[in-house]
């Protein structure tokens, strides 16, 4: 008979320990949920996996962003749809450029989820205050800058090499050209 009331205690005391172990809806403590950041360059890296090697940071980090809108606005809360509007995204495929501050980035991690972040590159160099109307984006975040035409002496001898080998007896014509190369065409191998 003590066994028996061993046994019933026992499960007694799973169930209990069952109840006990409710899950907690309410708001996570940061402090907690993101306690195993690794700090590097004054960043915290949170990756995902312990092996995980934390990227080295081969420049300085770009000094803006391009942020693209990607998924819709219906639905969202008011305190998403209030960033969106304050970051100029709020029109569907609207494109933002966005300065690297630390009160930017705590917007866009609020809405990570909802954009596309990308870091502005400048190939040639960051352009002055004289090459801003002939500077454009692409979309993939490379900011080119159209320079200005060349001096007139570098550009009439460009053209007057161009007239040169346009009137060189060692150059083929155009039908030579075509018979060429339908021949070769038809005659692959």
């Known amino acids: 008979m003590l066994k028996v009331f061993q046994s019933s205690s026992t499960l007694l005391g799973q169930q209990l320990k069952a109840l006990v172990s409710v899950r907690h809806y309410g708001k996570p403590n940061k402090k907690f949920l993101y306690k195993d950041g690794i700090l590097k360059d004054q960043i915290y890296y949170y990756p995902r996996d312990n092996n995980r090697e934390v990227p080295a940071l081969d420049a300085e980090p770009s000094k803006l962003f391009s942020v693209r809108r990607m998924k819709p606005i219906k639905g969202l809360p008011y305190w998403e749809k209030r960033i969106l509007r304050g970051l100029g995204l709020y029109e569907k495929n609207a494109v933002a450029v966005v300065k690297n501050i630390p009160e930017n980035n705590a917007r866009l991690w609020k809405v990570k ?77």
């Not at 160099?125 to 060349?150: H, M, N, Q, S």
């Not at 039908?175 to 692959?188: G, H, I, V």
Request: glycine residues 4%; aromatic residues 6%.
């Open 113 to 189: 989820h909802l954009v596309e972040i990308l870091p502005i590159t400048y190939r040639h160099g960051e352009p002055t205050e004289a090459d801003i109307e002939r500077t454009f984006l692409k979309e993939d975040g490379e900011c080119v800058v159209i320079r200005k035409l060349e001096a007139a002496e570098v550009t009439n001898t460009k053209l007057s090499a161009a007239e040169q080998l346009r009137h060189a007896k060692d150059r083929m014509d155009g039908e030579t050209l075509r018979k060429d190369s339908r021949l070769k065409w038809l005659n692959a191998w």
